[in-house]
């Protein structure tokens, strides 16, 4: 085993990665950008190296500075963790050159798999059943037409060098085909600098079922599938594991396919066989087909950790060291059933935008597995991924783990940021999920009633106001139970302003009035407890009231009059960042006439991109940024002239 590993990642993953090597022995090397000095991973680990600024190019996209760093430490060898450099084969390349061990595939692996046209063909001629398409030998529009054609819409046009559901569009019919090659073009040569595409057979009622393999150049197994199906615009929101009614015969079949694709490319470590299934008739032996391979530990990887009692970093770190595969096929198991659910800084009623903030108080359930990189104080930086957990449940059958997910997901506390908390919490109850009748369209289908933002309570409302007006404990203050105290306060919640009056009847008795409505409220060890609800957790942080109920937390702000009249001044003239993100591009220059909803900028944000369009007719008065900037949420962007 090695003596000392240095781990070229950040966040949870870091975290999760040294949490393995602690337990086996391992010293760890932490590397952090000038956004994570004092970010929990480098607290963590045993040694820590600074490698330049927040943007990912200049830090953990940095190879030779990394590189640069484990020889100065002394580690022997580095884990990539995912995303930044865990599939770049150069990279693995550069790390072989400089003497070290990379803790993952081949750069040879890594290349076979790279592309999505060229990993297709080698897993075709390796007996694995790929979708339906063309590989786009011509990249002629008319030709590509004509493929779509006999394809047989709908289509979908992949980018061969796509990722994060980028430079993909489905197709409904011909006469859209030319108009959304185009645009697939457009954002597969700005994401990636290739603007090659595929095409593929538009898979109906379509589940992702995904297979964790594990090689170790030799021989390869399979820890059975995980079910990714609830997405949103392509992306993995709530993961499982085993995939839910999934036939043996397709399990064993999906498994042999997946091990096949590892032994084909000699491929050592952890990966993952993505499968697109059609499901519209049931999960049928012929109706799974290879998408792509991913050369790395997956976010997801953890349900699987739960369902077959394997440590996979613990594997990753064995295999990587010269040891061969630690169990054959026969001696893994699936044990009940696993969630994991990806709690993020977003702001769901924006339209899922990546949001920011000081976690003020964070509380994670104690009956579930959390793996996060951050702690109560800490910041969601604009530079990142804004992932604040993964929650991870296991229980002996779906039901009952899912059961928990809501539990564990009730439990969750997050203050300082907007979170997609609520949204998790209305998919585990989804009527449909809870049926396991999944496919990729379903959170889209429901997004209304998903993403319904809840009111708070009369009950809810009444725990903020007592909260907000901090009665003092009978113990300081001696009060006359025969001469009620009364007094007013003033809330909003969700743009409504609550009025509300206290009357205090004894030290931990009062009655809040709210819209004519009194409840009556009695304070405990635990805090207050209106009468006839149950309890429910109450915190006030940074001048906020956050009411954490099973169905989401609602947040309360004291009234402040003032603060909304400059803030409204401003915005008529000024067009403002929605979300924090990078300039991707200007659309305007100063003194260019522009017309209501003409595009002015391009955001991008971790993984997506946004418009920023005119709000009225008028004149650009001053473009105040540059593109490549990063700007936080609320910064004014461009400035049209007065129309006064
Ligand atoms: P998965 O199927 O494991 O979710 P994704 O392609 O969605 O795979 O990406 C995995 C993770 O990699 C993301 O959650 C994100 O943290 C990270 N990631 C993706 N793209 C980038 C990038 N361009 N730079 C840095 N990290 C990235
Ligand atoms: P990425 O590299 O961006 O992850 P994938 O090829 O893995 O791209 O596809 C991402 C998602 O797009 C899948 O999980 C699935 O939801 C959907 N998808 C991909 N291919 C098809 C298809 N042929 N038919 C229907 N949906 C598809
Ligand atoms: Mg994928």
Redesign the pocket.
């Known amino acids: 085993m090695f003596d000392k590993i240095l781990i070229a990642n950040r966040?949870e993953i870091a975290c999760r990665i040294i949490q393995t090597a602690q337990r086996l022995g391992v010293l760890t090397v932490a590397v952090y950008s000038d956004a994570d000095a004092g970010a929990k991973h480098v607290e963590m680990a045993d040694q820590a190296v600074h490698i330049g600024g927040p943007a990912?190019r200049d830090s953990?996209?940095r190879g030779d500075v990394i590189i640069a760093a484990a020889k100065a430490t002394g580690a022997v060898a580095i884990h990539p963790g995912?995303?930044?450099l865990s599939e770049n084969p150069d990279f693995v390349d550069a790390v072989e050159r400089a003497g070290l061990v990379f803790i993952g595939p081949s750069a040879q692996a890594i290349r076979a798999m790279g592309l999505k046209d060229e990993a297709k063909r080698r897993m075709q001629a390796a007996g694995v059943p790929v979708v339906p398409g063309y590989l786009g030998d011509s990249q002629d529009p008319a030709h590509l037409a004509a493929e779509a054609a006999k394809i047989t819409y709908p289509v979908l046009i992949k980018a061969v060098a796509g990722?994060?559901g980028k430079g993909m569009r489905k197709v409904l019919a011909p006469q859209d085909f030319l108009q959304a090659l185009a645009s697939a073009r457009n954002e597969a040569m700005t994401a990636f600098g290739n603007d090659a595409v595929l095409l593929e057979k538009y898979v109906e009622k379509p589940r992702h079922i995904e297979v964790q393999v594990f090689g170790d150049g030799t021989d390869a197994v399979h820890l059975f599938e995980r079910d990714?199906s609830l997405q949103r615009r392509h992306?993995?929101v709530i993961e499982e594991a085993p995939a839910p009614d999934m036939p043996a015969a397709m399990r064993q079949a999906m498994g042999a396919a997946a091990v096949r694709a590892a032994q084909a490319i000699g491929y050592k470590g952890a990966g993952?066989v993505e499968f697109i299934v059609d499901a519209s008739a049931g999960l049928q032996l012929d109706r799974f087909w290879f998408m792509e391979m991913?050369t790395r530990l997956?976010?997801?990887h953890p349900v699987t950790e739960a369902i077959t009692g394997v440590d996979l970093v613990e594997w990753q770190l064995r295999v990587a060291s010269g040891e061969s595969l630690p169990l054959r096929q026969g001696d893994l198991h699936i044990n009940g059933h696993a969630f994991e659910a990806r709690l993020y800084a977003e702001d769901v009623p924006a339209g899922f935008l990546p949001a920011t903030g000081r976690l003020d108080h964070l509380a994670f359930p104690a009956n579930a597995r959390v793996d996060s990189g951050v702690r109560s104080g800490d910041s969601i930086s604009p530079w990142?991924?804004p992932?604040i957990a993964k929650i991870i449940v296991h229980g002996p059958t779906r039901a009952i783990a899912l059961a928990q997910l809501g539990r564990a997901l009730a439990q969750t506390q997050v203050a300082g940021s907007v979170t997609n908390l609520a949204f998790l919490g209305a998919l585990a109850r989804h009527d449909g999920f809870r049926k396991g009748d999944v496919d990729t369209g379903l959170i889209e289908r429901d997004l209304a009633a998903l993403t319904r933002v809840p009111v708070a309570s009369l009950a809810h409302s009444a725990l903020a106001v007592l909260a907000a007006a901090n009665l003092p404990m009978a113990a300081q203050t001696g009060f006359s139970l025969w001469a009620p105290l009364v007094c007013s306060m003033q809330l909003t919640h969700q743009a409504q302003t609550i009025t509300a009056r206290i009357a205090v009847l004894g030290p931990n008795h009062a009655r809040v009035t709210l819209d004519g409505k009194t409840v009556s409220a009695t304070r405990g060890d635990k805090g207050w407890q209106v009468e006839g609800s149950p309890f429910t957790p109450v915190e006030v942080a940074a001048d906020k009231i956050y009411v954490f109920a099973p169905e989401g937390q609602y947040v309360f702000a004291p009234v402040d009059p003032l603060a909304r009249d400059v803030a409204g001044a401003a915005a008529g003239n000024a067009a403002l960042a929605p979300m924090p993100g990078l300039v991707k591009a200007l659309c305007v220059s100063a003194g260019q006439t522009v017309a209501a909803g003409d595009r002015l900028a391009v955001l991008e944000a971790?993984?997506m991109e946004y418009s920023l369009t005119a709000a009225r007719a008028g004149v650009v008065a001053e473009v105040l940024v540059q593109e490549g900037d990063q700007v936080e949420a609320g910064a004014a962007l461009i400035l049209l002239e007065s129309d006064d």
């Open positions: 966040g990912p953990y996209l995912y995303g930044f990722g994060g990714c992306q993995k993952t991913n997956q976010v997801e990142y991924d992932m971790m993984k």
